[in-house]
């Protein structure tokens, strides 16, 4: 069988860092050779750990000018963190100088050496691979093969219009970037960036396909008689491009990711990579996200391991987190996969990650197993429930949504028949996300009342003042305007669930 050259560069990578200490982990990002060396970068934090960050008063005030000896690449407002590079004069370590600027430095509040490097922590292998190109076929032709979909209860839930996903919810892809010129993504990206050695740029390219692939298990197109469909037939993904093609890139970057994902107001992040390495950068960047009621789904890696006992990050701090989810990979047969990581305490849920169907570089279409397949579906499905919550992203930023989408998924899992697999996961009530009973269980959370409340109020509001205003023809033509576009959306609406249903093997 002929494979493309993406695919075998992707077996490689994928089944070297598939083992507990990936050989590429401790290698430095590669950087641009304008950029300072990775090696000389280090990222100091401004906020109390665990204090809200106050974006709009970052950017208004800016940040105190930072200690003699450093030069400002980057700033990341909304988590209270600036990255630097060591003036080339200074002979200090990075560690050593951070040591010094901690010690002089009371508003510092923490000073980091940027030599952890993350490294893609999915990664089993690529089996069966299929090797399909978009054809005249009917809708979403490989939709009877993916299983992932249907486990979870997905068509189900597709068959309500507020489930398709909303172009103001944004899902952030924290990742290697997209292949831009896949029509899988066509019409579904928001924005993209990059971050690299501390430098935005806007090459979101995808060199490695990983990135591809968990953006597209989230939001790769719908009936567009193409491939495969996302979990979000209505999707609007924020794309950010951390990690090279090797699949390695460094934690300052992953950090400044997650700032500008909050800055675009995502609702979602997903994150599929990790490792051991503890960072301050990273746990200030998931805890801003937290703290701002974004939802944040990370695969919980591959290493067969208790992360209870070998603490794996970022998804650890989904234990303490509110809104924070680690996730685990479970087979086509429900079970818990061997070499998914797992603990009762620090992941809460399982989502298919064995031999998942999704996007590869080029057009390709690639089987992979990981928990780097299954976040990105956990984050989709979370993108379902904040659409369902029909409210706007600042009136789910100023709620605790994420966090009630967190209970319910985690409430309401299949749980797994083997008591073994169940042990291990979620205090010891471990399962696979189950699509149906998370809505529900949704709907009856004080989370989602207090955002629909808020809604509802607000328009009322609104109508009283136009009544006040004298303008009451002029609402009910509103009215009117509004029962029109409900109607187009709901014909719009049964024509996608049509097409989907009517797939192949639906
Ligand atoms: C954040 O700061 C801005 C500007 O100072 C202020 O208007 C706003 O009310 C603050 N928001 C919160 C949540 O404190
Ligand atoms: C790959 O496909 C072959 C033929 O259908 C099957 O026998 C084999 O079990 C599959 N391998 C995996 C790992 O799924
Ligand atoms: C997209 O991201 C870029 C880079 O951060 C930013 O400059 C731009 O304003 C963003 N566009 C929108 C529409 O938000």
Redesign the pocket.
């Known amino acids: 069988m002929d494979r493309p050259p993406a695919l075998i560069l992707l077996v490689i990578t994928l089944l070297a860092c598939g083992v507990p200490q990936c050989p590429g982990a401790q290698a430095p990002a590669m950087l641009p050779s304008s950029a300072p060396s990775a090696s000389r970068l280090l990222s100091l934090g401004y906020a109390d750990p665990g204090v809200q960050v106050?974006a709009?008063?970052e950017l208004?005030t800016g940040f105190p000018p930072v200690p003699a000896g450093l030069t400002v690449v980057s700033e990341a407002p909304a988590i209270g963190l600036v990255v630097c590079a060591l003036d080339p004069d200074v002979t200090l370590s990075p560690a050593d100088f951070c040591a010094k600027v901690l010690l002089v430095h009371p508003e510092v509040s923490f000073c980091e050496p940027d030599t952890a490097t993350a490294t893609i922590s999915q990664a089993a292998s690529a089996t069966n691979a299929t090797n399909q190109r978009p054809s005249a076929s009917p809708d979403d032709p490989l939709f009877s093969q993916q299983y992932s979909l249907r486990q979870v209860g997905l068509p189900a839930a597709w068959s309500s219009a507020q489930l398709f996903g909303s172009t103001t919810i944004h899902v952030c892809v924290v990742d290697t970037g997209i292949d831009t010129s896949d029509a899988e993504f066509a019409g579904s990206v928001f924005n993209g960036t990059a971050f690299v050695g501390g430098q935005q740029s806007s090459d979101y390219t995808d060199g490695n396909s990983h990135g591809s692939f968990t953006a597209g298990v989230v939001g790769a197109a719908s009936n567009n008689g193409l491939g495969v469909t996302g979990a979000v037939q209505r999707p609007s993904l924020l794309i950010c491009r951390f990690m090279d093609a090797t699949g390695s890139g460094s934690l300052s970057d992953a950090a400044l990711c997650f700032d500008w994902c909050i800055r675009q107001q995502a609702a979602v992040i997903s994150c599929s990579f990790g490792g051991t390495t503890f960072s301050q950068a990273l746990q200030a960047a998931v805890q801003a996200a937290s703290a701002q009621n974004v939802f944040v789904a990370t695969s919980a890696g591959n290493n067969g391991v208790n992360s209870d006992v070998v603490k794996q990050y970022p998804s650890a701090f989904a234990q303490t987190l509110p809104g924070v989810m680690a996730v685990a990979a479970s087979d086509a047969s429900g079970a818990l996969w061997p070499r998914s990581n797992y603990g009762p305490m620090s992941v809460q849920i399982a989502a298919p990650g064995v031999s998942v169907l999704g996007l590869g570089l080029g057009g390709v279409f690639v089987t992979l197993s990981g928990t780097s397949m299954a976040a990105p579906l956990v984050a989709g499905i979370a993108a379902l429930l904040f659409a369902d919550a029909g409210a706007s992203p600042s009136a789910l930023r100023q709620n605790a949504v994420a966090d009630g989408i967190k209970q319910a998924i985690q409430a309401t899992s299949t749980r797994f028949t083997a008591s073994a697999d169940a042990a291990k996961l979620n205090g010891g009530s471990g399962g696979v996300v189950s699509v149906p009973a998370a809505i529900a269980a949704f709907r009856s959370s004080r989370a989602y009342s207090a955002v629909r409340k808020s809604s509802i109020s607000a328009t009322v509001v609104a109508a009283f003042a136009g009544i006040a205003a004298g303008i009451v023809v002029t609402l009910l033509g509103v009215v009117v305007v509004i029962q029109a576009r409900q109607l187009a959306e709901r014909r719009r609406d049964r024509a996608r669930v049509g097409l989907v249903d009517d797939g192949p093997g639906a």
């Open positions: 106050n709009s008063q208004a």
